[in-house]
Nanobody, 124 residues
């Protein structure tokens, strides 16, 4: 089992940057595909980015491509999301998630473990 705790959210002006972190505890972090999702008020949870077990392969939602970068440090059991050129539309609660599968997926129900989320608010 994997426990996930997000941090790094906050209030930022449009055009600014934030770096989210996700600390994983438990066994075999490096054996999990990892992902970031977000959920805005009144909206469905949506895929943001995912990264393969070894960190070589990544996948992004079209809405964040070129602005966000997902990365991981398996030695430290950490997942990151660097968010640049933030827009008000990026305002949401951001969640990290772990998937026991080796396949990078953007489908939320494929993920087995979830954090509690961190709020990101982008003001215009």
């Amino acid at each position: 089992q994997v426990q996930l705790v997000e941090s790094g959210g906050g209030l930022v002006q449009a055009g600014g940057s934030l770096r989210l972190s996700c600390a994983a505890s438990g066994r075999n972090f490096g054996r999990h595909t990892m992902g970031w999702f977000r959920q805005a008020p009144g909206e469905e949870r949506e895929f943001v980015a995912a990264i393969s077990r070894g960190g070589v392969n990544t996948r992004y939602a079209d809405s964040v491509k070129g602005r966000f970068t997902i990365s991981r440090d398996n030695a430290k059991n950490m997942l990151y999301l660097q968010m640049n050129s933030l827009e008000p539309e990026d305002t949401a609660v951001y969640y990290c998630a772990a998937d026991l599968s080796s396949v990078i997926t953007s489908t939320s129900w494929d993920y087995d473990y979830w954090g509690q989320g961190t709020q990101v608010t982008v003001s215009s």
